[in-house]
């Protein structure tokens, strides 16, 4: 069992940065795939941006976002720069304990925070 708490969110004004972080519980973190999404008012939850051997990205973020683990802290961080307005969603972070993965699909992850609020005001 693995449990996911988000923190970092808050209100950032266009081209603003912020840093998300995740912190995990679990002795085999290291394992898993990691990952971040996110979900906007009145729509999907979306991919973002994910970790195992090597980090991926949704193509909205690419260049500006930047995925990141502490493995020893069981950290998983989201630095988010040059921010826009349609960034502005509530942030997941989620995990699962299928190495390599690599899925965009939210039902394929296990494990889900419980998300922090991101505001990019214009």
């Known amino acids: 069992q693995v449990q996911l708490v988000e923190s970092g969110g808050g209100l950032v004004q266009t081209g603003g940065s912020l840093s998300l972080s995740c912190a995990a519980s679990?002795?085999?973190?290291?394992?898993?795939?990691v990952a971040w999404f996110r979900q906007a008012p009145g729509k999907e939850r979306e991919f973002v941006a994910g970790?195992?051997?090597?980090?991926y990205y949704a193509d909205s973020v690419k260049g500006r976002f930047t995925i990141s683990r502490n493995n020893a802290k069981k950290t998983v961080y989201l630095q988010m720069n040059s921010l826009k307005p349609e960034d502005t969603a509530v942030y997941y972070c989620?995990?699962?304990?299928?190495?390599?993965?690599?899925?965009?699909?939210?039902?394929?992850?296990?494990?889900w925070g419980q998300g922090t609020q991101v505001t990019v005001s214009s």
């Open positions: 989620a995990a699962d304990p299928s190495w390599g993965m690599r899925s965009r699909f939210v039902y394929a992850w296990r494990y």
């Open positions: 679990g002795r085999t973190f290291s394992t898993y795939s």
């Open positions: 970790s195992d051997m090597s980090t």
